[in-house]
Nanobody, 125 residues
C-alpha cells in the first residue's frame, strides 16, 4: 500500500513559479510510476506529468511541457512538481498518484490506484 501526501499549493500571480511536493511511503516503490494530475472546477481530472520511480523517465502533458518539471528523490521519498510561468488556466486541485507496473507515459487515470488528498493551486491574472 502506497501512501501519498501533497504540500506546497497556494495563491500566486500569472507568471510566477510554485513547487509542489508529494511525500511517498510504502514498499516496492521501484515498481511504480508516480504522477501529478489536476482537476479544475467542473472539469475532469487530467494528467499533468509522470515519472518512473526506478529509472526517472518522465512524460508531460502538452499543456505543461516546457513549463513544469517533475522529479523524485529516492533518499527523501518525495516527488516534486516545479511549475513555472504559471497561467490562470493552471488553477486546479493538484493530486499526486501512484501506479504499479506502468511505464512512464503509458498510464491513464484508472491505472493509478493510490492518490493523495490534493492541494489547491490558484493562479490569478
Amino acid at each position: 500500500q502506497i501512501h501519498l501526501e501533497e504540500s506546497g499549493g497556494g495563491l500566486v500571480q500569472a507568471g510566477d513559479s510554485l513547487r509542489l511536493s508529494c511525500a511517498v511511503s510504502g514498499h516496492g516503490l521501484g515498481t511504480y510510476t508516480m504522477a501529478w494530475f489536476r482537476q479544475a472546477p467542473g472539469k475532469e481530472r487530467e494528467f499533468v506529468a509522470d515519472i518512473n520511480w526506478s529509472d526517472s523517465s518522465t512524460f508531460y502533458a502538452g499543456s505543461v511541457k516546457g513549463r513544469f518539471t517533475i522529479s523524485r528523490d529516492k533518499d527523501k521519498n518525495t516527488m516534486d512538481l516545479h511549475m513555472s510561468t504559471l497561467k490562470p488556466e493552471d488553477t486546479a486541485i493538484y493530486y499526486c498518484a501512484a501506479a504499479a507496473g506502468i511505464e512512464s507515459g503509458l498510464g491513464t487515470v484508472s491505472d493509478f490506484g493510490s492518490w493523495g488528498q490534493g492541494t489547491q493551486v490558484t493562479v490569478s491574472s
